[in-house]
């Protein structure tokens, strides 16, 4: 919130000087009518929806219906003292932790080598950008095949390097990791892109100046580039936090409706979805809902934090 | 458009790359510079690794169905086979989710496009009393996630009786506050002398919405249009919810659920994968320029 109210405020400060004691003949309310059509879809479905589960959370509605009476905050206890519930948030926060890194260093890493390999443009930016585009379903399936135990092609490589199979999504252990891999290959080319026009944005005087200096090419991405890219670097950051936590698609599909051996990939989502749409009990859900909520607002306001103090 | 102020940032990100002087030579003609060959070699290695599985799906959806538990595996078959492609074609249902999902994506890209411009020229050409905190709660939103309102949300389209429709798929798609920031950042970036110009000749917001603003942020548009396209085309939950009759099913959706219960044969799954991947393989590598200039100049490099 700091950084976008801080950016937009800085526009704010911009046009206000420009146009100072400038009032305009169109009318002060063309505004209000250029917003409305956005603010009415944005309350009917986002603002009203949240203010509803708030509702809803304080009652024992069910998805089956039947009549519905106020609970207070019985499913806030239930919730709360629900182990699998900070079962499943523990898997969300892990998942982040084990995707993040690598999804930002990757996706840098990549653009860096599209941007000095620039004769392969346009089939770097395919191999890379490609996966992203796959619909979800079709990424699993593909990732299941390759990980299958017995005739997949990754234990294969395995067995052909001597070491042991792995079965990926059938082990406790390993079923998470399998899936942050998958989300790795099959996202990191949205951060790629982000990364990508960023390094368009970095002066080549620079590096020719550098360059006339002595500077190699090692050293110029050390000294040159990766400082450019610090603020990407915390945009990025902040966004695949965010699109971490909410992971639910990939595992539901890879761990199966139960959530991976023993629960080990049943994310947060999953287990709203699981409460709400499978066991009906959407008044329980949606006091989860808003666990995942407030969560996810700390997380992002923390982040903020972070990278506003560091950045500037 | 030869004026002296400066163009918005697109317009110059773009000119420099497609009539400025070329990219500078990386080395002297008649030098091999071993550096440049390692760079080479690890870029086409990077590229090559990140196709696997892509091209082991397509190996493997072109092999007779029992040649793909054939151990050691192979990556070519020696009797390459397209049945598996008829048969997903002629049971016709993966056709019907992808038009499903044509129908829903365009409906979600064209909406969202539509109200994110308004609502930011709105935000960033007029003036009116309470503009900043309308702006500051409609961009809060980004902190609430869609997934997690998914319960109120189907409660709602369950109201409005728009449950297993197009409508109800789409509508809850296109609110996007993280685009009207995007959108209202280019057009504060837009010179006023523009607009200024507009107003003399007696242009009003609309006028210049459309003759002065439009015409700058094509390749925005572009880009953000994209996003919502792919977004919408590979949302999983929210069709999931609201979905339950195969015949209004997206892409993801029938997929996942009901190609599922045909039972575990890998050549054929692998040809419908092939098959769903392919509408937005197809669009990318028809607007993958326009995916990163316009990107750059989104100013959402930070």
């Not at chain 2, 999902?101 to 609502?119: D, E, F, I, M, Q």
């Not at chain 2, 010179?191 to 007696?202: F, I, K, L």
């Not at chain 2, 937005?280 to 959402?300: E, H, S, Y």
Request: with cysteine; glycine share 8%; hydrophobic share 55%.
């Amino acid at each position: 919130m700091t950084t976008l109210s801080k950016l937009s405020n800085r526009s704010n400060k911009h046009r206000g000087r420009a146009s100072a004691g400038d009032v305009r003949e169109s009318g002060r309310w063309a505004g209000p009518w250029f917003i409305l059509p956005f603010v009415a879809f944005y309350v009917l479905f986002l603002i009203w929806p949240s203010l509803a589960m708030l509702g809803y959370s304080f009652t024992d509605r069910s998805l089956a219906g039947g009549p519905v009476s106020w609970v207070g905050i019985e499913n806030w206890v239930e919730a709360l003292g629900d182990p699998y519930m900070w079962r499943s948030l523990w898997i969300t926060l892990l998942f982040t932790l084990l995707s993040v890194p690598p999804l930002v260093a990757l996706g840098a890493a990549l653009a860096i080598l599209t941007d000095h390999a620039r004769r392969l443009g346009w089939f770097l930016r395919m191999a890379f950008f490609a996966p992203f585009v796959l619909p979800v379903a079709v990424m699993t399936m593909i990732w299941t095949w390759l990980y299958q135990p017995g005739f997949g092609l990754i234990n294969q490589y395995l067995q052909m390097m001597g070491l042991q199979e792995v079965e990926w999504l059938g082990n406790e252990g390993t079923v998470l990791i399998a899936i942050v891999i998958a989300t790795v290959w099959w996202t990191v080319g949205f951060n790629f892109v982000l990364y990508l026009a960023a390094l368009q944005g970095i002066p080549r005087e620079t590096y020719e100046a550098a360059g006339i200096d002595g500077a190699g090419a090692w050293r110029k991405i050390r000294h040159i580039t990766i400082p450019q890219l610090k603020r990407t670097t915390g945009l990025v950051t902040v966004l695949q936090v965010i699109a971490s936590l909410r992971i639910f698609d990939q595992a539901y599909l890879m761990g199966g409706d139960f959530g991976g051996p023993n629960f080990a990939s049943r994310t947060f989502i999953h287990y709203i979805y699981e409460t709400g749409f499978v066991n009906f009990r959407l008044g329980l859900g949606s006091a989860m809902a808003w666990v995942l909520t407030i969560t996810m607002v700390l997380v992002s306001v923390l982040l903020f934090r972070f990278f506003t103090r560091d950045g500037r | 458009m030869a004026t002296t102020s400066t163009p918005p940032r697109t317009t110059h990100a773009q000119s420099g790359r497609r009539h400025g002087p070329a990219p500078r030579p990386r080395t002297r003609l008649g030098r091999v510079n071993p550096g440049i060959t390692i760079l080479y070699v690890v870029a086409i290695a990077a590229a090559l690794v990140w196709l696997v599985p892509l091209l082991w799906a397509i190996a493997t959806s072109i092999k007779p169905e029992a040649e793909t538990t054939l151990m050691p595996l192979r990556w070519l078959t020696a009797s390459p086979t397209v049945e598996h492609y008829v048969a997903v074609i002629q049971r016709g249902e993966l056709l019907r989710w992808i038009l499903n999902s044509l129908v829903v994506s365009t409906l979600v890209t064209v909406l969202t496009l539509v109200l994110c411009v308004l609502a930011a020229y709105g935000f960033s050409k007029c003036e009116f009393p309470g503009r900043g905190w309308a702006f500051a709660l409609v961009i809060g939103g980004i902190l609430i996630p869609p997934q997690v309102v998914v319960v109120p949300q189907f409660v709602l389209m369950t109201q409005l009786n728009l449950v297993n429709t197009y409508w109800g798929v789409a509508l809850p798609q296109v609110v996007m506050p993280m685009f009207v920031l995007i959108f209202k950042r280019f057009f504060d970036a837009i010179p006023r002398d523009y607009e200024d110009a507009a107003r003399m000749d007696g242009a009003g917001h609309i006028r210049i919405l459309l003759n002065v603003v439009l015409p700058l942020s094509r390749p925005i548009m572009a880009a953000v249009g994209i996003f919502a396209f792919i977004g919408a085309w590979n949302n999983f939950l929210w069709p999931l919810i609201v979905i339950q009759d195969p015949d209004v099913m997206t892409v993801p959706v029938g997929l996942a659920t009901v190609s599922s219960d045909h039972g575990l044969q890998y050549a054929p799954s692998m040809a419908a994968a092939v098959i769903g991947a392919l509408p937005l393989l197809i669009v990318f590598l028809l607007f993958q320029r326009q995916i990163v200039t316009g990107v750059a100049g989104a100013g959402i490099k930070g």
